[in-house]
Each structure stands twice: as structure tokens, then as C-alpha cells.
């Protein structure tokens, strides 16, 4: 049962300390999307990459995260420093043939 | 851009009811997919069904069907004979043909009641 898993599942961080979130998207699927939830914005795009190559990370504050894929198995998502807003759930997905598939997220709080 | 609308911030349905979520979107695109995710209480985004425009014919899956109506931009689902294990948020999203980002309605949270 093929599936995109996600690390950690639940972190829980002081102010300033870096975060890294992990994802391995499901095999053979060539799109990674990191999505964030909150109450207040609701579901939003941070960035995405296709063939590991990225091709939008405009919902990112750029002078705190930042995204990669070092390998086709791998993306991951780090956040430094950290601050209270960005606390959230964090999703991967894995995209093939105009359908995504999620992961469990991950859900931060910045304390 | 592309907006998906989800007017409907709370619904209930009687347990072996019907209940129809509403989504209304605004694209200028022509080919789309539309979807509709479940993320119960556990936070896992569940696809539901999903769309393509391109298609006339209303996607099904077992108890859960759309009506799709592409010259009024709207997409709602209807869930047959609702269960318990149907409770949780219910979001409406629209994807542009290429598999590229979702944009997602701000969910319809769905209670059944036994």
C-alpha cells in the first residue's frame, strides 16, 4: 500500500530553534507539493518541485525556510529561526497524473 | 487566479441521511480537476472523489457523488446514507490540468448524528 510518509509527526519547538520536517514521497510520483494549515489561512501552498526540481516556493517567507529534494526519495522542509506563528500542521504530498496524495503531516508548535 | 468558495462553515445529517456539501470556484481555465478531500479528527487528507471538467458525466464512488455544473463554477458533494465515520472537515479543491498546486475552500465541517 503505497504512501507518502512524513517526519516527525508531532514536533514541538522553542522560539529560535531550527526546524526540519521530512518527506518521502510515494514512488514513481515525480511532484512534491508542502502544503501548511492554520485556522486562519486555512490550506496554502509553500512550495513544490517536479523531478526534484523546484518550480515555486512564492508561499515561503524566504529568509526563514527553505525547501529541498536532495534525492527522489527525500524532500524535506526546514524552518530558521522559528517563531510562534509559524505554528501549523505541515503536509507533504505526492503528485501524479493531476491527483495528490498526502501524508500525515506534521503538526509544529513554536513556543 | 483560481478561488474555491465553501459557503457552508458547519453541517449535520442524521445518521442514513443525505446531505449535500456546496463549493463554488472561479477559473479561466478550461481543462481542471476538481476534488474533494476528508480530513477527519486523526488529520489524514483523504481524496474522496475526484473530477475532471472535461468530463460531463458526475464522478461516484460508492456512497459519495458530485454534480458538477462547469457553467456555473459549482461542484457539490453528495453523501448517500451517512455514517458515522463520515464526521470530519470536508474540503473542496481545484487543480489546474498539469498536476500543479491545489487551491482549497476553507472546508465544511460535517457532523453525523446518530
Known amino acids: 500500500d503505497a504512501r507518502v510518509t512524513q517526519t516527525p509527526r508531532d514536533k514541538v519547538t522553542e522560539m529560535g530553534q531550527e526546524v526540519t520536517m521530512r518527506c518521502q514521497p510515494i514512488?514513481?510520483?515525480?511532484?512534491v507539493f508542502w502544503y501548511r494549515q492554520t485556522m486562519m489561512q486555512g490550506l496554502e501552498l509553500l512550495a513544490y518541485?517536479?523531478?526534484?526540481?523546484?518550480?515555486?516556493d512564492s508561499g515561503m517567507p524566504k529568509d526563514r525556510f527553505s525547501a529541498e529534494m536532495p534525492d527522489a526519495t527525500l524532500a524535506t522542509l526546514k524552518i530558521q529561526p522559528s517563531e510562534p506563528r509559524d505554528s501549523a500542521v505541515y503536509f507533504c504530498?505526492?503528485?501524479?497524473?493531476?491527483?495528490?496524495?498526502f501524508g500525515p503531516g506534521t503538526r509544529l508548535t513554536v513556543l | 487566479a483560481q478561488t474555491v468558495t465553501q459557503s457552508q462553515p458547519e453541517m449535520s445529517v442524521q445518521e442514513a441521511e443525505t446531505v449535500t456539501l456546496s463549493c463554488t470556484y472561479d477559473?479561466?481555465?478550461?481543462?481542471?480537476?476538481l476534488f474533494w478531500y476528508k480530513q477527519p479528527p486523526s488529520r489524514q487528507m483523504i481524496l474522496v472523489i475526484r473530477?475532471?471538467?472535461?468530463?460531463?458525466q458526475n464522478a461516484t464512488e460508492n456512497r459519495f457523488s458530485v454534480n458538477f455544473q462547469k457553467a456555473a463554477k459549482s461542484f457539490s458533494l453528495k453523501i448517500s446514507d451517512s455514517q458515522l465515520g463520515d464526521t470530519a472537515m470536508y474540503f473542496c479543491?481545484?487543480?489546474?490540468?498539469?498536476?500543479?498546486?491545489?487551491?482549497f475552500g476553507k472546508g465544511t465541517r460535517l457532523s453525523v448524528i446518530a
Open positions: 477559473t479561466s481555465e478550461n481543462n481542471y480537476y
Open positions: 504530498a505526492s503528485g501524479f497524473y493531476n491527483e495528490q496524495f
Open positions: 518541485f517536479r523531478n526534484r526540481a523546484p518550480l515555486d
Open positions: 473530477q475532471e471538467a472535461y468530463k460531463q
Open positions: 479543491a481545484f487543480g489546474a490540468s498539469g498536476n500543479t498546486p491545489l487551491v
Open positions: 514512488l514513481g510520483h515525480n511532484t
